[in-house]
Nanobody, 128 residues
Framework: VQLQAFGGGLVQAGDSLRLSCAAA????????VGWFRQPPGKEREFVGA????????????KYAESARGRFTISSNSDKKTVYLEMNKLNPDDTAVYYC??????????????????WGQGTEVTVSS
């Protein structure tokens, strides 16, 4: 499985930005796509995730406290592209954003070590 994250860039505080994560290959029927970020000089942290299960037309989402209410995770109809819509961005959101895939069927893990495939990261810079 290959993941590609894109859509990052330089924005101003208060702006919105949408990141995309495209998955190529066999994901299985139960899987989670997670978004993580690594701010400059800090550890990588969980942002949010969307879990897909057979028989359910849409995924189930989970968000970190820092993202809840401002960020929204969604997918396209074939569930192979996942979006991270970020609103009301502030300088604390500056980071390299990664998408990751957990094919084990666990529900939306917040632990980066549970994810077995990773994209290359896309950089988001929010100026004040």
């Amino acid at each position: 499985v290959q993941l590609q994250a894109f859509g990052g860039g330089l924005v101003q505080a208060g702006d919105s930005l949408r990141l995309s994560c495209a998955a190529a290959g066999r994901t299985g029927r139960s899987y989670t796509v997670g978004w993580f970020r690594q701010p400059p000089g800090k550890e990588r942290e969980f942002v949010g995730a969307i879990a897909f299960y057979p028989g359910r037309s849409t995924g189930s989402t989970k968000y970190a406290e820092s993202a809840r209410g401002r960020f929204t995770i969604s997918s396209n109809s074939d569930k192979k592209t996942v979006y991270l819509e970020m609103n009301k961005l502030n300088p604390d959101d500056t980071a390299v954003y990664y998408c990751a895939l957990d094919t084990t069927g666990r529900y939306a893990s917040t632990d980066q070590y549970q994810y077995n495939y990773w994209g290359q990261g896309t950089e988001v810079t929010v100026s004040s």
